[in-house]
C-alpha cells in the first residue's frame, strides 16, 4: 500500500508530459499555455505559416491539434468560405476544418482519444503532421476563397487532386 494518494487523471497528465516532450524533441519549440494543458508553436508549411495549439484534455484523456490559418475571414466571403469548409470536410479521413461564423477564424482540428492506453510519440505524431499538413494543402484554397472570388467547389477540386509539400515547425524542426 502507497502512502501517497494517487494522482487525479494520472494518464491525462502523463499524456501532457509526453506531448511536451515530444514537441521539444521534434523541435517544434512549444510555448505552454498558461493556466492550461496546451501548447503553442508556429509552422511553416510549403503554402504559408500557421499557429499550432496541441492540448490534452487531461479529465477525458483526448489530443486535440487546432492549426489555425494565420488570417480572418471578411464578413462578406464567409459564406463562401462556410460552402469551402464543408466541401473540403466531405470525405476527409483524419480531422476536419471549422469556421468561426462570428469573427471568421478558420483552424483545421485533428483529435485522438487515449482513454486508458498511453499517449505515444508515435500517437501524437499521428495527431500533429496530418493537421498542419492538410492545413498548408488547403491553405492557398482559403485565401482564394476567403480574400478573392475563387469558386469553393473548384477550389476543393483542384486541391484535392494536388499532393501537398510540406515543409516543418517554425525554427527548424523535422517534416
Known amino acids: 500500500m502507497s502512502d501517497s494518494p494517487e494522482l487525479e487523471h494520472a494518464n491525462g497528465w502523463a ?13 517544434w519549440n512549444p510555448q505552454a499555455v498558461d493556466g492550461s494543458s496546451a501548447f503553442v508553436c508556429g509552422f511553416r508549411g510549403a503554402n504559408g505559416d500557421q499557429r499550432v495549439l496541441a492540448q490534452v484534455n487531461v479529465e477525458r484523456e483526448v489530443l486535440l491539434v487546432y492549426t489555425y490559418a494565420m488570417v480572418n475571414i ?30 471568421g ?44 472570388d475563387k469558386d469553393p467547389d473548384q477550389v476543393v477540386t483542384e486541391i484535392e487532386n494536388a499532393q501537398p509539400p510540406t515543409q516543418g515547425p517554425l525554427q527548424g524542426g523535422a517534416s
Do not use: W
Request: proline share 6%; with cysteine.
Open 15 to 27: 499524456g501532457y508530459e509526453n506531448l511536451q516532450q515530444f514537441m521539444e524533441m521534434d523541435e
Open 74 to 103: 471578411p464578413e462578406h466571403r464567409r459564406q463562401a468560405m462556410a460552402e469551402f469548409v464543408t466541401r473540403a470536410n466531405y470525405g476527409m479521413l483524419i480531422g476536419n476544418f471549422e469556421l468561426d461564423l462570428r469573427d
Open 105 to 148: 477564424e478558420i483552424r483545421y482540428k485533428c483529435s485522438l482519444g487515449f482513454r486508458d492506453v498511453p499517449l505515444t510519440h508515435p500517437m501524437i505524431a499521428q495527431c500533429l503532421y496530418p493537421a498542419v499538413q492538410v492545413m498548408d494543402q488547403y491553405l492557398p484554397g482559403v485565401l482564394g476563397v476567403g480574400f478573392g
